[in-house]
């Protein structure tokens, strides 16, 4: 049986912040596709290098992904978030 990971965010604020509509298309082609360019990222969402390399960044500042000799990588096969919203 496989070993789950678990990154918290202490907000559900602070998770939208890191996990940007941008960076979420990013997760979505690293899925299962093993280490891959800076260069390689941005041509597969259709970015420019230079924002890709921001987004990137802030996920490996995050801990989401991380950089590896062939290149960066989502070692996770699934993402569930999960958070609570309740009364004050």
């Given amino acids: 049986m496989p070993t789950?990971?678990?990154i918290s965010f202490d907000?559900?604020?602070l998770l939208w912040k890191v996990l940007t509509a941008k960076r979420w298309e990013l997760l979505k082609v690293m899925v299962g596709a093993g280490p891959l360019a800076l260069r390689?990222?941005?041509q597969r969402t259709g970015r420019d290098v230079k924002s890709v390399h921001l987004d990137v960044h802030a996920l490996l500042d995050a801990g989401v992904i991380e950089r590896q000799a062939a290149?960066?990588?989502f070692?996770?096969?699934?993402?569930?978030v999960d958070f609570f919203?309740?009364?004050g």
């Fill in 85 to 87: 919203l309740k009364a």
């Fill in 11 to 13: 907000s559900p604020e």
């Fill in 75 to 80: 070692p996770y096969d699934a993402v569930h």
């Fill in 71 to 73: 290149g960066f990588i």
């Fill in 4 to 6: 789950e990971t678990s």
């Fill in 40 to 42: 390689e990222i941005a």
